[in-house]
């Protein structure tokens, strides 16, 4: 392995690559702060701080789950656990005094990845509101519900995070205010100085992993003794460039960075109503655009909201670089259209000349944080009041998320009204095609399915739209 920096110091040596990095600081480097609990991603417990260099030696930190990160990504980066943090002269930092003067620490169990969430969140803070500021501590489980006095420490940083020059120009500010300690600085010309492996093409029997959020929560065991090509630093395959007529995005961007980005929340604003709802950040620090797509899951997220906007896909391999509609990219459940020696590159999405309305829903058991039963997105281009192009797409109605071919193609011409909406929504009950498993039988699902639909128009339609539904099913419908 390449070096790395560990708080205060580089580390060189040889690692297992595959070894998660909670375990390595725990078991080799006695660093308990960060503490083995869902290893899921799911709590919190384990988040640590990983700092990437950007250009102009600046360093940008991400909140990560210690629990899904393996050695090998650590390779050229600083990892910064709760340890990293406390300062030499004993005192507490602001947040962790926060925390502490709001009475927000009980068992203190979750008390480390609240630290580090609360840091991440002056590391990168943009508005530093209310509503920022629970969603960066979105995951973090306080199992003695001390939930208010949490909040109320987040409400004492909110003044330090507003006084705050923008984040790549506020590592000083932090450090001078004692969040940070003083050896954060010069780490972006120290890690500038460690060797850099140079990227190669993926061997054939290499595992390919971008941010391995999910790999890592269900395979650990599997790929223990896999050799692994870590694609999330290869800068060819991170960004985000918009034309005219297109919006090209890396394969290995991140969803944070997808949430962060201007220039998409510009071209493309629709796409930030599911990415608000995609994970917590210590997931969207690691979870990748490609990463989200190769995992096929027939009820993700991005997938179904991609699809309603026509993303075409871009895929490298042995015989050159080639382009697939997203929609023949699924071939069925964690199936999907690449060959052997192929790996994803990048998604387009079209612009179109005119304004397009995108809604997207889905019914879980939890509002935030949680897998979708079924969800849905529609596309719709307008001309006064009449559709012109259409298309829903729908995950959990399928081994695979899908367009509602036939549903979208009916609606091409319809007028937006009430009658529209209802046999939209149970032709959609018609085509789909779930099936009973833990998240639901098959007729919960259509049921569904058809009240997603009626509530993107809902959304999309003219005020009212839904005082016009009929009670009973229009020609082609389906009873409710």
Request: hydrophobic residues 40%; neutral net charge.
């Amino acid at each position: 392995m390449q070096p790395f920096r560990l708080n205060d110091e580089d580390v060189c040596g040889l690692h297992q690559p595959t070894r998660l990095v909670l375990d390595w600081l725990r078991e080799e480097r006695g660093l308990t702060a960060a503490k083995d609990a869902c290893r899921e991603g799911e709590c919190g417990a384990c988040a640590v701080l990983l700092g990437t260099r950007e250009p102009g030696d600046w360093v940008r930190y991400r909140l990560v789950n210690a629990c899904l990160l393996p050695m090998q990504a650590l390779e050229g980066h600083h990892l910064v656990t709760l340890e990293g943090l406390n300062r030499a002269d004993g005192q507490l930092t602001p947040v962790q005094q926060a925390l502490v003067d709001e009475g927000a620490i009980q068992c203190g169990f979750c008390t480390p990845g609240l630290v580090m969430a609360l840091t991440h969140w002056l590391l990168n803070g943009r508005r530093f509101d209310r509503t920022e500021g629970l969603a960066a501590i979105g995951g973090n489980l306080c199992r003695c519900t001390g939930y208010q006095a949490i909040k109320r420490a987040l409400t004492r940083l909110q003044p330090l995070g507003s006084a705050l020059p923008p984040p790549h120009a506020r590592l000083g500010a932090l450090i001078a205010a004692g969040v940070l300690p003083a050896s954060f600085i010069g780490v972006g010309e120290r890690l500038a100085s460690l060797p850099t492996p140079t990227p190669s093409a993926p061997r054939a029997d290499a595992l390919l992993v971008a941010g391995g959020t999910d790999l890592f929560a269900q395979a650990r065991a599997r790929h223990s003794r896999q050799l692994l090509v870590m694609l999330a630093d290869r800068p060819e395959l991170r960004g985000i460039q918009a034309s005219a007529e297109h919006c090209h995005i890396g394969a290995a961007t991140t969803v944070e960075e997808l949430l962060e980005s201007d220039l998409l929340a510009a071209r493309v604003p629709h796409l930030h109503q599911v990415l608000e709802r995609f994970g917590a950040a210590p997931v969207r620090g690691r979870a990748t655009l490609g990463g989200n797509l190769v995992n096929a899951s027939p009820i993700g997220d991005l997938s179904v909201c991609l699809l309603a906007l026509d993303a075409q896909v871009r895929i490298k391999g042995p015989r050159g670089t080639r382009h697939l509609p997203l929609a023949r990219f699924f071939l069925g459940d964690k199936r999907v259209d690449l060959h052997p020696g192929e790996w994803l590159t990048g998604v387009t999405l079209g612009l179109a000349p005119g304004p397009t309305h995108l809604h997207f829903e889905k019914v879980a058991h939890r509002e935030h944080l949680d897998v979708a039963a079924v969800n849905s997105a529609l596309a719709l281009e307008l001309n006064d009041g009449t559709i012109g192009r259409a298309r829903l797409s729908a995950g959990g109605v399928g081994p695979a998320p899908r367009v509602l071919v036939a549903t979208s193609d009916w609606l091409a011409g319809r007028t937006l009204n009430g009658a529209t909406a209802w046999s939209a929504a149970c032709r959609a009950q018609q085509e789909a095609e779930p099936i009973d498993d833990v998240r639901g039988s098959a007729a919960y699902k259509r049921r569904l399915l058809r009240q997603l639909v009626l509530a993107h128009f809902q959304a999309l339609g003219p005020d009212g739209i839904s005082a016009h539904w009929p009670l009973t099913p229009v020609t082609g419908g389906m009873a409710p």
